[in-house]
């Protein structure tokens, strides 16, 4: 796994004063993956990915992204470097269009020319089911749609590793599918996933391992059917007692 690690993590913490969110973690992830990641909530995935991205900086451990070290460099260069990242509470700029907000990544990221990025948009914005929306104000799109728009966001800088936070709460069945359907396609194009997601039948279809942290720490690892059958699992993400 190592010598293929698109991602590597060694012994991350962050703590926010005495508090240690994330404790001393270390884990892989290899080239075309999809990582799920699990715990109850504030159990640091957001923080985890916050210092992947390096929206925060942690106190000690290291990163690399394809074998040279990230923790040095700012968020836009990892942008550059690859990573992209949905939020939870999507971020659009509000006052530009949908198809706007996707031209700030493929250009500034993904370095594409004005021609490129107008095709490589209306591609991504077809796959997100936004296409209708392309002219509409972010601001003014419904949560759904935002929602769409953030993941759009992040796959219009064309990323090699994507970071997904909690992106299928909320949506109908239907709309559920649709979003394991499109996350499968932007796998199969060679894109490396890690997905933090509290709806489990999504996850666990497509995830082919996951990471459990409790309070920071990780308690396990494994393929979805191993790390679910875990007593420890159970017993803190799913309150069941042996
Ligand atoms: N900027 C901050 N300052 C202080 N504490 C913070 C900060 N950000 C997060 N925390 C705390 O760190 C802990 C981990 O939060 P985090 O958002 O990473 O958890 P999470 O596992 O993503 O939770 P959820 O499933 O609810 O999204 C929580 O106790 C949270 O209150």
Same mark, same amino acid.
């Given at each position: ?27 892989? &992830?290899? =080239?075309?993956?999809? +990582? ?6 504030? $159990? #640091?995935?957001? %923080? *985890?990915? /916050? ?72 591609? &991504?914005? =077809?796959?997100?089911? +936004? ?6 104000? $972010? #601001?003014?799109? %419904? *949560?759904? /749609? ?97």
């Amino acid at each position: 796994m190592t010598d293929q690690a698109i991602l590597s993590a060694k012994g991350l913490t962050k703590r926010f004063g005495a508090l240690t969110v994330v404790e001393d973690v270390s884990f892989d &992830v290899g =080239r075309g993956e999809v +990582l799920g990641i699990l715990g109850p909530n504030g $159990a #640091g995935k957001t %923080t *985890l990915f /916050n210092l992947i991205s390096g929206d925060l900086a942690a106190n000690s451990g290291e990163l690399s992204l394809d074998g040279s070290p990230l923790r040095a460099e700012p968020p836009f260069k990892r942008c550059k470097r690859g990573i992209g990242r949905t939020y939870q509470v999507p971020q659009p700029f509000g006052a530009m269009t949908a198809f706007e907000n996707l031209l700030v990544p493929a250009m500034m990221s993904a370095r594409m020319s004005e021609a490129e990025a107008n095709d490589h948009c209306a591609e &991504v914005l =077809r796959d997100c089911g +936004l296409l209708p929306y392309a002219n509409t104000a $972010a #601001g003014s799109l %419904t *949560l759904l /749609n935002r929602k769409r728009l953030e993941l759009a966001r992040a796959l219009a800088g064309r990323p090699k590793l994507l970071l997904l936070d909690e992106i299928a709460g909320g949506l109908t069945e239907a709309e559920g599918a649709e979003l394991v359907g499109l996350v499968r396609r932007v796998r199969d194009q060679g894109v490396t996933i890690i997905w933090i997601e509290h709806v489990l039948h999504a996850l666990m279809a497509v995830a082919n391992r996951v990471m459990v942290l409790n309070f920071g720490v990780k308690i396990a690892e494994g393929t979805p059917d191993a790390v679910m059958q875990d007593a420890e699992v159970q017993r803190v993400y799913m309150g069941i007692e042996a």
